[in-house]
């Protein structure tokens, strides 16, 4: 009897035991969120969708067309804007330049066949491990945010870009004739203003993906210190 009473305890031993194994592995998966590879994911799905509504490209379009047409119109009827005619073609110059740049842009971004999010990043989502998957979007994000934040500087770059070239265009037409440096000078800078600030602020402020990778590290600590 008691070999009998032994052998029925140690039946239900195992089978509370086979019950408790996978009942941890619940709570194992609850306690790791997976934030990152959440974020990743939701970044993705809105990717996909403005991708195939073309929204972006198109918007670019319309910015560098209108650049474009301000820019040929200021070269064309700017004479009462300016105080010669050398400064009414840099600046118009400068403002189509920016234009076609931006138009140019725009119209690579409309025809360039869509991109497939999913597979660029198959190797997480198919992924069946969820300490895997959360490792390799971490460090997708993190990643991200580092081209994010190298896309933004380009950006700021090329928007001065065209300001500073007119206004050392016109420093150079002033010292061919012999006149002050800074003549006209003011009046070239005060129509690209908003290129300016568009430029300057770009080294500032944070892109989408740099913010997204901030969320994902005080969303990281915020959890683990409620942990603690």
Known sequence: MKSRSKTVFLMVSLSIFSILIPTTGVFAQEESPQIAYRLLDGYIRDKEVRAEKKIGPVITMIAGGTLITG????MIWGDP???NSSQKFIVGG????????????GTALL???PKDFRAEYAEIFENEDAVVQEALAAGTLREMAENGKRERIISGTLA????????????????????AWHEGLISITS????????????????????RLYAKYTSAQEAFYSQKE
């Open 81 to 83: 804007l300016f105080d």
């Open 191 to 210: 129509w690209q203003i908003w290129t300016i600030i568009s430029g300057v602020s770009s080294f500032f402020s944070k892109s989408e993906e740099e």
């Open 111 to 113: 025809l360039k066949k």
């Open 160 to 179: 001065l870009a065209f300001p500073l070239v007119s206004g050392g265009v016109q420093i150079g037409t002033n010292l061919a004739h012999d006149k």
């Open 71 to 74: 820019g040929s119109a200021l």
């Open 94 to 105: 400068s403002v189509a330049g920016g234009g076609a740049l931006t138009l140019g842009v």
